[in-house]
């Protein structure tokens, strides 16, 4: 099958959704290439956090192998409030001529396709979002999102074969919202890949050594934008009171400001602050060595489908109390904490370190999961197949 993901942004190197469906599509033998745009998306202070690894925002046009997946990044005409306007993208897809379009995100280039198909050009359209909450907060946003369901009803909802929600909430935003009719709407959940993210003890051995951390010690690991938004703010507070026997340290393997940093160490006793390691963003290919070398992962805010991945290196898992976490964690694998609440989290975190013979369990559980439920293989062959049924 000759299946085409349209994107805004691309970034291979980090991961995400849209480059692991890609690769295990291509795995199963599938012809398949990415079409996106010619920058990165423009992440939130973009210097201090992405540039180190991605370079500059602005990465140019043409055809290049990226990660091992066949990439068109065209030229953009216009980019307003992360949407950009792909120049060409029409004859690029007609000269294609895929079986299968995968649109990633509503609000990207979904319009411009489900307007191609209506032509008459024969291929199947799937279109996924996130997103589950919308704004009214004036009169003007309230037109607004009247309009945009308006137009999704007309020119989307007759051509699209499927859209896939990758929560039950965003699913129902879909059908409540936008009013896209139940039938053709399809939940898919996110997943991790279970060949790249297994526990490897030597790699574990290799890394505690080189942050100098004893085997007796715990390990507490977050990966992910350092800021306020993801809840590392709260992680840190919960480390700074929290009661274990053993030595604790807190990894964060990921960028933010300077200030950030040096407010996020401030929040903490002078006892405790050699023990916040701060490490920069890494390439996706190798943070299995970081899930493999720490003892529980913590994610305090929101949800992240690095959960998963921890879960896949057989980690036990804290989040916070909402659905999409509950649902990652269901098999026993980890434990979620009241959101916001760093003495509750400090709890959790506290009764994880002090028994050990359970975070073993949680990690087998964790693993478990991945392979029966939460791996990309599985994810891969769902959004292939749900077009045609």
Same mark, same amino acid.
């Given at each position: 099958?000759r299946?085409?993901?349209?994107?805004?942004?691309?970034?291979?190197?980090?991961?995400?959704?849209?480059?692991?469906?890609?690769?295990?599509?291509i795995?199963?033998?599938?012809?398949?290439?990415?079409?996106?745009?010619?920058?990165?998306?423009?992440f939130?202070?973009?210097?201090?956090?992405?540039?180190?690894?991605?370079?500059?925002r602005?990465?140019?046009?043409?055809?290049?192998?990226?990660?091992?997946?066949?990439?068109?990044?065209l030229?953009?005409?216009?980019?307003?409030?992360?949407?950009?306007?792909?120049?060409?993208?029409?004859?690029?897809?007609?000269?294609?001529?895929?079986?299968?379009?995968?649109?990633? !995100?509503?609000? *990207?280039?979904? #319009?411009?396709?489900?307007?191609? =198909?209506? /032509?008459?050009?024969?291929f +199947? %359209?799937?279109?996924d979002?996130?997103?589950?909450?919308?704004t009214?907060?004036?009169?003007?946003?309230?037109?607004?999102?009247?309009?945009?369901?308006?137009?999704?009803?007309?020119?989307?909802?007759?051509w699209?074969?499927?859209?896939?929600?990758?929560?039950?909430?965003?699913?129902?935003?879909f059908?409540n919202?936008?009013?896209?009719?139940?039938?053709?709407?399809?939940?898919i959940?996110? !997943?991790?890949? *279970?060949?790249? #993210?297994?526990?490897n003890?030597? =790699?574990? /051995?290799?890394l505690?050594? +080189? %942050?100098k951390?004893t085997?007796?010690?715990?390990?507490?690991?977050?990966?992910?934008?350092?800021?306020s938004d993801?809840?590392?703010?709260?992680?840190?507070?919960?480390?700074?009171?929290?009661n274990a026997?053993?030595?604790?340290?807190?990894?964060?393997?990921?960028?933010?400001?300077?200030?950030?940093?040096?407010?996020?160490?401030?929040?903490?006793?002078?006892?405790?602050?050699?023990?916040?390691?701060?490490?920069?963003?890494?390439?996706?290919?190798?943070?299995? =060595?970081f899930?493999?070398?720490?003892d529980?992962?913590?994610?305090?805010?929101?949800?992240?489908?690095?959960?998963?991945?921890?879960?896949?290196?057989?980690?036990?898992?804290?989040?916070?109390?909402?659905?999409?976490v509950k649902?990652?964690?269901?098999?026993?694998?980890?434990?979620?904490?009241?959101?916001?609440?760093?003495?509750?989290?400090?709890?959790k975190?506290?009764?994880?370190?002090?028994?050990d013979?359970?975070?073993?369990?949680?990690?087998?559980?964790?693993?478990?999961?991945?392979?029966?439920?939460?791996?990309?293989?599985?994810?891969?062959?769902?959004?292939?197949?749900?077009?045609?049924?």
């Open positions: 099958m299946i085409i993901h349209v994107i805004n942004y691309f970034q291979p190197i980090l991961g995400y959704q849209e480059t692991f469906l890609a690769k295990e599509q795995k199963a033998n599938h012809d398949v290439s990415v079409i996106t745009s010619d920058r990165y998306y423009p939130p202070r973009f210097k201090e956090t992405y540039r180190q690894l991605l370079g500059g602005k990465c140019g046009k043409g055809f290049r192998i990226e990660e091992g997946i066949p990439t068109y990044r030229p953009t005409l216009f980019e307003i409030r992360c949407r950009v306007w792909l120049i060409g993208l029409e004859e690029l897809i007609v000269k294609i001529k895929p079986d299968l379009i995968i649109s990633h !995100a509503i609000l *990207s280039s979904s #319009f411009r396709l489900a307007k191609l =198909k209506a /032509k008459g050009y024969k +199947k %359209l799937i279109v979002d996130h997103l589950d909450v919308y009214k907060k004036d009169f003007i946003g309230k037109l607004y999102y009247k309009w945009r369901k308006i137009r999704t009803q007309k020119y989307l909802v007759p699209v074969d499927k859209f896939v929600g990758v929560t039950t909430s965003t699913c129902q935003f059908e919202e936008t009013g896209i009719p139940k039938e053709k709407i399809e939940y959940h996110l !997943a991790s890949d *279970s060949d790249l #993210f297994q526990f003890e030597k =790699k574990r /051995k290799e505690r050594n +080189k %942050l951390i085997d007796s010690a715990i390990l507490l690991l977050y990966t992910g934008k350092i800021n993801k809840g590392v703010d709260v992680l840190v507070s919960a480390f700074n009171i929290m026997k053993s030595k604790v340290y807190l990894l964060l393997v990921g960028d933010g400001t300077p200030e950030l940093k040096n407010k996020l160490i401030s929040m903490v006793k002078d006892e405790n602050k050699r023990n916040i390691i701060f490490h920069p963003f890494v390439p996706t290919t190798e943070l299995s =060595k899930y493999s070398a720490a529980i992962c913590i994610w305090a805010k929101e949800t992240s489908t690095s959960m998963l991945d921890a879960a896949s290196c057989g980690r036990p898992v804290i989040g916070c109390d909402i659905p999409a649902e990652r964690l269901s098999n026993g694998n980890g434990l979620t904490y009241e959101t916001g609440n760093y003495e509750d989290l400090a709890a975190i506290s009764y994880l370190c002090m028994n013979s359970l975070r073993q369990e949680m990690g087998r559980k964790g693993r478990e999961l991945i392979e029966k439920e939460f791996s990309w293989k599985i994810i891969s062959k769902k959004f292939t197949e749900c077009a045609f049924t």
